[in-house]
């Protein structure tokens, strides 16, 4: 089981401001998902990234995944409060996801 | 609106009672998944069914812990006799099971338990 690092751990801006938070392995990388879960609820899936290099957008939200598939990227342009939660990327194997402890981002009004 | 529903949202009893929790898939889904969720360890895959067969229960200590899946509608995690330090907030998630690549989990709102 390989062991992901998630950056920062956490992370408080103001409405408006743009941020990135980072997800790493020590290896190769399947293929990762991104996941978002507000307080109470379970998470629920974002994107999921499978090509080295690969960029994916959601409305404000950009997804990299590193060319050597070992690191990858969320980028969020313009935060609002809406955004607020704990951010996770899971490596998948399979049906097995194996998650890294997540980045808790507090978007202030 | 499909969704992943799982009884008692919150659940709090004594150490040493036994803890029934209760997950019920989305409608067609095959797989069903338990997952655990703590501050220190965060969120870990305890054990996954496909067509109510277990396929891996590697996370779940086997002493205290039981996983099944009475029929394709239900899901439910025992822990007996319950320990303080299984105090978490404990998900289920379905999905459809993926003959190649990554499969979308769909999890449920969580049973916080708290074991005193």
């Known amino acids: 089981t390989q062991l992901l690092e998630q950056s920062p751990q956490f992370l408080s801006i103001q409405e408006g401001e743009n941020l990135t938070v980072y997800c790493n392995s020590s290896s190769v990388f399947s293929s990762l998902q991104w996941y978002r879960q507000e307080p109470g609820e379970g998470p629920v899936l974002l994107v999921t990234v499978v090509t080295g290099g690969e960029v994916k957008k959601l409305k404000r939200l950009t997804f990299q995944f590193g060319d050597a598939r070992k690191d990858s990227s969320l980028h969020i342009t313009a935060a609002q409060p809406g955004d607020t939660g704990l951010y996770l990327c899971?490596?998948?194997?399979?049906?097995?996801?194996?998650f890294g402890e997540g980045t808790q981002l507090t978007v202030n009004p | 609106d499909a969704r992943v529903t799982q009884t008692p949202r919150h659940k709090v009893t004594e150490m040493g009672q036994e803890v029934t929790m209760r997950c019920q898939p989305i409608?067609?889904?095959?797989?069903v998944f338990w997952y655990r969720q703590t501050m220190m360890q965060g969120l870990e895959l305890l054990a996954y069914?496909?067509?109510?067969?277990?396929?891996?229960d590697s996370g779940m200590p086997k002493d205290r812990f039981s996983a099944e899946m009475p029929d394709a509608t239900l899901a439910t995690l025992k822990i007996q006799p319950s320990e303080p330090r299984d105090s978490a907030v404990y998900f289920c998630a379905s999905g459809l099971g993926a003959s190649s690549g990554a499969e979308t989990q769909y999890f449920g709102p969580g049973t916080r338990l708290l074991v005193l």
């Open positions: 899971a490596e998948t194997s399979g049906s097995r996801l194996t």
């Open positions: 069914f496909r067509n109510r067969a277990p396929l891996d």
């Open positions: 409608l067609g889904h095959n797989t």
